[in-house]
């Protein structure tokens, strides 16, 4: 009888081991959750330079659809983008994020800017009103690696549709250089290139 008793409690006492070391584990993953750094989240900060994009005496703008701003797939992501001048492989600053995806950051920041000039519709609610589709080609710090110095890059491209007319394309080019290095430095040339290009998307829209 004791000889079974004693058989029986072997996987009682194997359960327990196992679970202590369960518990163990589950304390230490708990306790890195806690102690693991933070990234810094970024975002695009106020506005820069004229922000009105258009004169005080300018007809406003009619109506248009701005519709959701696409990008590249590397933009759909929180990352802050660099890489080397030359190089094709995208990095990540580690330690750093966007609040948002930069295309979700340049959508927003689109439709304020576009305001500015007339009415911004999400969607269409005649069935027959313009439409402005922008695609955020690139948003990424270029580094020279002769010199360390580096550049902001950002690149929009769009097609205007309106009836009774053939469509239109633009694709506007914005460089700005970095004052400084890493991600805050980047992120606020980045900041400035895309005001200018968003301010050439307005002035294209009023031609």
């Known amino acids: 009888m004791k000889q079974v008793m004693k058989q029986g409690a072997q996987p009682l ?7 202590a070391v369960f518990a163990v584990l589950v304390l230490a993953a708990c306790s890195m959750g806690r102690t693991g750094v ?11 330079g004229d922000t009105s994009f258009a004169s005080a005496s300018a007809p406003a703008r009619p109506a248009l659809v701005l519709e959701t701003v696409q990008a590249a797939p590397l933009l759909t992501d929180t990352l802050v983008i660099w890489r080397e ?12 994020r966007w609040v948002a995806t930069p295309a979700s950051l340049v959508d927003q920041r689109l439709r304020e800017r576009l305001s500015a000039g007339g009415p911004v519709l999400a969607q269409d609610l005649t069935g027959a ?3 402005l589709q922008v695609r955020l080609e690139r948003f990424e710090q270029i580094y020279a690696p002769e010199t360390g110095a580096s550049q902001a890059h950002v690149t929009l491209s769009g097609l205007w549709f309106e009836a009774g ?8 080019d914005q460089v700005q250089d970095v004052s400084g290095t890493g991600a805050v430095a980047g992120v606020r040339a980045l900041a400035l290139a895309l ?3 968003m301010q050439q998307v307005d002035g294209w829209l009023q031609d």
């Open 165 to 172: 007319q053939a469509p239109r394309q633009f694709r506007f």
């Open 85 to 96: 001048a030359g190089s094709s492989e995208p990095h990540g600053y580690q330690g750093y």
């Open 13 to 19: 006492r194997l359960m327990a081991r196992l679970s």
């Open 195 to 197: 005001d200018r290009a």
């Open 129 to 131: 009103m313009p439409h």
């Open 38 to 48: 933070m990234p810094v989240m970024l975002d695009l900060g106020a506005a820069q």
